[in-house]
Structures are given as structure tokens and as C-alpha cells.
């Protein structure tokens, strides 16, 4: 049985960037929004009737019909497979209760990586980090913010030139203004998504720069004008998981380590060496204070 969402994961890198926002947004609302017509589709893609039909054809399906006809097998077939959650329940597991099942269901999100982040789109965005950019400019929403300047902060002992952007439409902006075709933008925002985020996607687009958005399933609005989307799943009580958003931006730091090589390297070397001498200057007046 053909697989869509596996056969839109292998072909990312063939699609053209009209192709690709169709792809995003059918796997954004996988698989109801593609037994919907091709116009619904091409609608909520902002695209075309024809450029669905040029994405069907580019996954290997004669025509519209018989790529919704996969699609209500994959369906069938999923409705016949046991479901793991009522499996535990069924069977009773006490490991599965409390602390056990928390950890399960975050182990079940970042399992779902694999299904939300197409290859292609992963190994673009480290692409782009590893190239070396004039600058690499990260911003993040109300909480995600935070996950950002982890990133920013692990990145700069990789590569040069990156800024965590704390306030991207305040004191900040002017770094957003000298944005360059050579500049890469990260911006986080998952649900609720945010007014400024679709600003700060815009003014990176409008100076040329490439963008990187990590958003959710449902897809950032600002996801229209990124060059690359990294959809992570969510789920939690009573807020949504960081796990997902955090196994990401690992594998994300070290693709761009390996990509780099000994540059890579010997930047943590410098960074490390710098590291140790600020701790021993800090550690000395204390010491002298002891004896």
C-alpha cells in the first residue's frame, strides 16, 4: 500500500516551492484537508487547483481520485490497527498510570517526529546554518522564546555571527533590518500563534533573508513565507510538550556540528578555553577573600 504522507517525506526535495506549500498544508491537516476537493486543497494552500494536481502527479497517482482513494485505504488500515493507548488500558499496566503514563505520552510525541519533519526540510534547514551566513538571527513567541535562546546559545558555540533576538520588533529590529540574502532567520511560533511572528517572518522576507520557521501541525500563519517549516507534534496538560521541540533543536545542533567539521570544532575549543579563564577570574577574589 502507498503511503502519501511517506511519499510527500521522499519527494520534498523535488517539489518546486508551490508544490511544497501544498504538501505543508495537507500535512498540516493530514488526511481530512486531501478528501476535500482539489480546490478546498489548493484554497487553504493558497495555490491552485493545477498545482495540487501537479503535486499528485509528482507522488506517483494518476489523478485526484486515486490519490484520495490512498488515502481512505491508509485510513481503513488505521482503523484496523490496535491502538496502543487502548492496548495499555486493557491490559491493565500500572506503569502506566501517573508519572508512567505522563512520560508515554511525551515519548509518543517525540516518537511523531518522524511523521512531522520531512528529512529534506531538517537537512535544509542545517544546510543553511552550516553555509556561512553573514548572520543568524532567532526569535521565538511568548514561551516558545525560551527554547530559542537555548538554541541561539548552543548554536554560537558552533558557528559565528548568531543573535538571539529577545525583542525582534522592539530594540532588537534593527538586526532585522540589515538582514541580508546571506542571513538566515529562525523564528519559533506554535499555537497559539502570535501577530508579531507573521511581522517578524515578513520584515526577514522583505530584506532577503532565508527563514526558518519551527512551528506546530497546524502550521504558523508565518509558515507562508518560510523557506523551510519544522512542524513538531504538541500535546500535554495542562500545557503543550517542549519534548518534541527539544529532541529538534538537538538533532538540528548537531547536524549543523557534523556539517561543519573542524570548524565546528575548534569554535567550542575557543569557547571552552575562554569559558575556563572567565572561571578561574571569577573564582580568584574568592579565594583571596578565603585566605
Known sequence: ???VKNE?????EEMAPSERKVARTLLA??????????NTLAKAAGTSAPTVLRLVARLGMDSYADFQKHLRDEIMHELSAPVHRAERVVDGDEEMTGFGRIVAERRELVDRLHSTVATGEFDRAAKLLAADARAVLIAGGYYSRFVAEIL?????QIIPNVDFLADPLGYDIGKLY??????????FDLRRYQQPARQVAALAKKEGASLIVITDEGLSPSADDADVVLAVPVGGIPFDSF??????????????????????????KLWEERSLIQRAAAARPRLEEES
Open 1 to 3: 500500500m502507498i503511503r
Open 8 to 12: 510527500i517525506f521522499a519527494r520534498m
Open 29 to 38: 491537516d493530514y488526511p481530512s484537508i486531501g478528501l476535500a476537493s482539489a
Open 152 to 156: 541561539a546559545r548552543q548554536l554560537d
Open 178 to 187: 540589515t538582514a541580508r540574502k546571506n542571513t538566515v532567520v529562525i523564528l
Open 243 to 268: 519534548a518534541p521541540l527539544m529532541v529538534l533543536i538537538e538533532a538540528l545542533v548537531e547536524s549543523v556540528l557534523v556539517q561543519t567539521g573542524s570548524k565546528g570544532i575548534n569554535r567550542m
